[in-house]
């Protein structure tokens, strides 16, 4: 399909390209002639039987180039070419495209989680940052996104409150006590806080009850 009959197709025919889609499409390796193809079949619904020669009409395209888009887009596994029998009983083709916004799905929600992952490193990182008074080396940024992909950033910022809290601003420390928390089955900063919580009132059940020495005899009265 030629920059030309695109444009024509475009003008022509009332053809919706949702911007979304617009944004997205070059990352489905798709030329724009696929993709305005795409558009085109969109506009139908997620199943209707194929007509190679209405579509030939309504498009102003040979039968041939049809064909070859329906072939690229296939292999592409982009929609999907199902045989089925009518109420007479004859062979029909039906085209699905329900593979193209399955893929779109696929890109949007990747970009979704790697909005979140960079949003998380950033917060770890300036929490951490600012808790230590200082900024990160190399080293240290490489240990908190290595805690990224294992622990969940609340026990991350537990682990980084509970190091400064005892008067050490050391990631080696910090590391340490995420480990020992694995180790305790820790997954979440609820736990976290269960688990300190119960640790300072055992804490307070084992501290010794003072006695006040008073000398009652040296308090009478002269």
Do not use: C
Not at 75 to 95: M, P
Not at 134 to 149: G, H, M
Not at 167 to 181: P, Q, T
Not at 202 to 213: G, L, N, R
């Amino acid at each position: 399909m030629k920059q030309k009959q695109l444009v024509s197709l475009l003008e022509s025919k009332n053809i919706v390209v949702p911007l979304l889609f617009f944004k997205e499409y070059k990352k489905l390796n798709i030329s724009l002639e696929e993709f305005i193809f795409l558009m085109y079949l969109k506009d139908k619904g997620n199943t209707f039987t194929f007509d190679p020669k209405k579509m030939s009409e309504e498009l102003g395209l040979s039968i041939k180039d049809i064909l070859v888009l329906i072939s690229s887009l296939t292999d592409k596994k982009l929609l999907l070419i199902d045989t089925f029998k009518n109420d007479k009983g004859i062979g029909e083709e039906k085209v699905d495209i329900s593979l193209f916004y399955e893929k779109i799905a696929s890109i949007i929600s990747d970009e979704v989680i790697k909005d979140n992952e960079e949003e998380l490193d950033t917060s770890i990182f300036s929490t951490i940052e600012k808790e230590f008074g200082r900024t990160l080396n190399s080293s240290e940024i490489e240990f908190i996104k290595a805690w990224a992909s294992s622990f969940d950033s609340g026990v991350i910022i537990e682990a980084v409150k509970e190091a400064v809290l005892n008067g050490v601003s050391s990631i080696r420390y910090i590391d340490k006590i995420l480990y020992e928390w694995s180790k305790l089955g820790i997954k979440t900063s609820e736990d976290v806080r269960h688990f300190l919580n119960n640790k300072n009132k055992e804490i307070k059940e084992k501290e010794p009850v003072e006695v006040f020495d008073y000398d009652w005899f040296d308090d009478e009265d002269e």
